[in-house]
């Protein structure tokens, strides 16, 4: 196809149209739009259209895009157990209606404050959130995701410690966290030495100990753990504290957060974790939002942007990115990260979830999980043939075995619309037979009691 | 009109939500050291505040719905609303990260589509939709590089980067594991042959450069620059948050391109929601294959898809799960509604209207470089600070008009910078009024500049006092 005259197809995102553009070109003082592309060389320049298809009109796109949403199989018309990372909360209606205000959804970065203050006071009152619910000191406006945020994390750790080269994870920490980590600093000459759990799916503390040397710079351990099991935060708070390393907590499953002692009450330095929870769903993964809290003392090591309160010329209170000699656009090289775009519209969410929900309910709701988990449990553990492996304490999410391969259990589940939950086997070596159930506010007590019935099935069918 | 924080609407017994009533018995083996105490300060507040506080809050921001959006670099173009509206459709909104391949079929197949598109725009064999921001892309590309090069027994020492690059880069190169040599611009803003030849030693991984820089002038010599550096074994990156100047028209792996990350939030229409989220692609040349994130999406002969983990020389995965998916929704939307001629016609329009903005303005503004520029053009204050105007008060003064400012004092190679990107959306008459403004302001800085110098004087809050924010910094609300 050689390329059409471009002002004939006019299109419906692009205002200006031929008469425009004719009186344009007049003002520049040419003739030819092409002009204007003179500077790239012609050898390089396409002398075809892009082979892709398009254009299309709404109709043609709703049609074909809604024929791929229309093969997946998800909780539109299953029940799902699915967690590790990503979970379905109730997301209150007016979240995404106030999302979609333009002001928010098609505003930039908030580097003019004077015209930005709708977004910048929205995220200082999203770092509020995040130090209240954490019982840290200091928040910043989000990072990408749980498993950046723990990469950031980690070299904050490092820039503070220095001179150490060991950083010790969990191997109870979410795996793909702990991949992306591995990815973020194979150049920077650090060891990550990995300790595993005990029988109560806590971490190992004895191999903890073991493996706080003298360089090591930080420990971070997950809770609730990716076995769903919560951990000894006071325990190894104690062990990393005698190495002198910096204490990371994970937190990946965020409602926890509105029931469970936080990590600040515990002497962490550093909370960092998954804020999906609060308010967006779990859409294949993304967007979603990092969040980061840290004691004060390490607030100028922090990455990203925050936002501080000010007054304007005339003593009017006001909010402004601040603390900026941190970052990429001032310090370059020396930046404490290369983070620039974040993920402030699902801050955002998270800021109205969380006010929405407010004291009560965030208690609540992880009082919800917390009991429809118990329940799912013990009417799990009716059935003789399955298996809680683990006998610490959890909140909403939980591992079970069974005498079968998990994919198998899995999938005959499927076949009655349930989703059953997430092999384990492909995180962990030997753990075949295990799989991650997730509980939460959303499960009605009928969904729990068919879960266990098909359950019971498909381990009879197996046994045939 | 002062606003509250939501801390300070707070009534104790407020109520915003209800759930329906516990139907299991309520647990009560937790032990109370695992249970906190009520969180102290939370909010109470009612539907009705949480609506009301929002709505507000959104009266203070200004958006490209509601008019020019020039900041330059940042590509402030439309955001189509039929993006959100698929991007909503429960099967892709609901779909889990962990559901295995055969469940999400439609998932793999919108990935593997919106792959081949990127691939055809790059003119590249492969690209990761992993990363969910530029300068995430930077660090995946980079990685990438120094992988490839140690793999062939040295990942080399140093990234080159000019001076008129984004800081994004030199703290991904540094984060990569590389230090930076900095590449000095000539008298147009760009990088001479000369100089990069001279700068390319055996130390030397790659050249990572912005494609037009952000001066919006073409590196013209980019085959050349490819050539220079393939000689050494080492690679070309390129920065491409300006693709929007010149997608459908050439492409990066036809110049030599190695690297290449593009911001969907800045090209492909996603909204930036007032810093993000974005989405951050990166396509790469047939020698850095094997180097890419893992797991990559591939068909199989029957049509079905499936998320290949097995790449041995992959970096490794750089993020948890599958990248910002409905991010990546939204985009696709945008590309198939505009098509081939529309992604083309992009650049033309948005190159036209920022010629058209430099025209009209260069009698009122200095500009600091002639070459000829593409999608933005950038001017500096250098007429005004004989009467002690400045590029912070033109763009505060701006506000005064109504229009959001341009970038300013950046590229950090042009003092007192006005970097304005119009983007194709806009209609030539919402151009005029924003050429009318500046030409307002340059006349008020001649005749009463002290109006200029104390803008803006319409927006809900004045100038601020960012020093006292940084000097006893308040990141919290207390009570």
Known sequence: ?464 | MTTQLIFEHSKRGRRGYRLPALDVPEATELPSSLMRDEIADEVEVSEVDVIRHFTRLSKLNVSIDAGLYPLGSCTMKHNPRLNEEIARTPGFALSHPLQPDHQVQGNLALLWHIERTLMEIFGMPRVTLQPVAGAHGELTGILMVHKALAKSGNARKYILIPDSAHGTNPASAAFAGYEIRELKSNSRGTVDVDTLAAAVTEDVAALMITVPNTLGVFESDIKKFAGILHDKGAYLYCDGANLNSFVGIARPGDMGIDVIHSNLHKTFSTPHGGGGPGAGPVGVSEKLVPFLPTPTVEQREDGTYYLDHGHPDSIGRVRAFNGNFNVLVRALTYMRSMGPDGLRRIAQIAVLNANYIRAKLRGSYHLPYDAPSLHEVVFSDKLQTPKDVHTLDIAKRLMDYGFHPPTIYFPLIVAGALMIEPTESEPKEELDAFCDAMIAIAKECEERPELVRSAPHTTPVRRLDEARAARQPVLRWKR
Not at chain 1, 166 to 184: F, N
Not at chain 1, 189 to 194: C, L
Not at chain 1, 216 to 238: K, R, T
Not at chain 1, 240 to 265: F, R
């Open chain 1, 1 to 464: 196809m050689s390329l059409p005259d471009p002002l004939t197809d006019q299109h419906r995102y692009i205002s200006n149209a031929s008469q425009d553009v004719g009186e344009m070109l007049e003002v520049i003082g040419i003739d030819d739009i092409d002009r204007l592309f003179e500077t790239i060389p012609a050898d390089v320049k396409l002398t075809e259209l892009l082979n892709i298809p398009g254009p299309w009109s709404e109709i043609e796109s709703r049609r074909w895009f809604r024929a791929l949403a229309a093969k997946n199989l998800t909780a539109v018309d299953h029940v799902s157990f699915l967690g590790g990372g990503a979970y379905l909360h109730y997301q209150p209606a007016c979240i995404d209606q106030l999302l979609l205000r333009a002001e928010f959804l098609t505003s930039y970065t908030p580097y003019q404050p004077e015209v930005s203050q709708g977004t910048l006071q929205s995220i200082f009152e999203y770092q509020t959130h995040q130090c209240l619910l954490t019982g840290l000191d200091v928040a910043n406006a989000s990072l990408y995701d749980g498993s950046t945020g723990l990469c950031e994390a980690v070299l904050l750790a490092e820039r503070v410690v220095r001179k150490r080269t060991k950083v010790v994870i969990a191997k109870s920490v979410h795996p793909q966290y702990t991949e992306t980590v591995r990815t973020y600093v194979q150049n920077l000459g650090y060891e990550i030495v990995e300790v595993g759990w005990t029988n109560d799916g806590r971490i190992d503390t004895e191999a903890l100990r073991a493996a706080c040397t003298n360089d090591v710079f930080a420990v971070a351990v997950q809770s609730p753990n990716f076995l769903g099991v919560i951990e000894d935060y006071d325990a190894i708070a104690q062990i990393a504290d005698a190495a002198g390393a910096v204490k990371i907590a994970v937190i990946a499953e965020a409602t926890s957060l509105g029931i469970l002692t936080p990590p600040g009450a515990h002497g962490f330095d550093i909370a960092v974790g998954e804020g999906q929870a609060w308010g967006v769903p779990t859409q294949y993964g993304g967007p979603f939002v990092g969040f980061m809290v840290v004691k004060d003392a390490l607030k100028r090591h922090m990455p990203g942007r925050l936002v501080g309160e000010t007054v304007d010329v005339d003593g009017k209170r006001a909010y402004v990115l601040t603390l900026a000699t941190r970052e990429q656009h001032i310090r370059r090289g020396k930046a404490t990260s290369n983070i620039c775009t974040n993920e402030a519209l699902i801050a955002l969410a998270a800021n109205m979830y969380l006010s929405l929900m407010g004291k009560e309910g965030l208690r609540e709701v992880g009082q919800q999980c917390l009991s429809k988990a118990a329940y799912l449990r013990s009417e799990l553990q009716k059935i003789g043939s399955v298996i809680l492996p683990f006998s610490g304490p959890v909140y909403n999410e939980f591992v079970v075995r069974t005498p079968f391969p998990a994919a198998e259990i899995l999938a005959d589940l499927e076949h009655h619309k349930i989703l059953g939950g997430i092999p384990l086997g492909q995180f962990y070596e030997g753990h075949d037979d295990e799989f991650l159930v997730a509980v939460t506010e959303l499960h009605t007590r009928e969904n729990l009691d068919q879960f266990v019935a098909a359950l019971t099935a498909a381990i009879s069918r197996e046994r045939r």
